[in-house]
């Protein structure tokens, strides 16, 4: 059973950092194109930062660049996203997704790529 469930979301003044957990269960994350997408009220789901198979390749958002950072540990089968100098503009639900077996991608970020989801855990930047 394929599972992706979320953590770390929270509150957090700008300037501040966050650090948000996918932890899955029924399937190996290394093996997948891996991402993290968010969704403001009113807006589209965008896509922030991929990882692909044995993190050969990371993808970023130019609206986050050097300030998040995806990687995995792999000892707990769990992806992470690291949030530095956050903005009220961060401020969003953050979805981990599961891809396709990829070490590469020009379409890291297209969602109809991604078959599985978690439930999303909630930033908010004030």
């Known amino acids: 059973h394929v599972q992706l469930v979320e953590s770390g979301g929270g509150s957090v003044q700008a300037g501040g950092s966050l650090l948000l957990s996918c932890a899955v269960s029924?399937?190996?994350?290394?093996?997948?194109?891996m991402a993290w997408f968010r969704q403001a009220p009113g807006l589209e789901r965008e896509g922030v930062a991929a990882?692909?198979?044995?993190?050969?390749?990371?993808y970023y958002a130019d609206s986050v660049k050097g300030r998040f950072t995806i990687f995995r540990d792999n000892a707990k089968n769990t992806v992470i996203l690291q949030m530095n100098s956050l903005k009220s503009d961060d401020s969003a639900m953050y979805y981990c997704?599961?891809?396709?077996?990829?070490?590469?991608?020009?379409?890291?970020?297209?969602?109809?790529?991604?078959?599985?989801w978690g439930q999303g855990t909630q930033v908010t930047v004030s």
């Open positions: 997704a599961r891809g396709p077996i990829a070490t590469s991608t020009t379409r890291p970020f297209s969602a109809v790529r991604y078959d599985s």
């Open positions: 029924g399937f190996t994350n290394s093996r997948h194109l």
């Open positions: 990882i692909s198979v044995a993190g050969l390749n990371t």
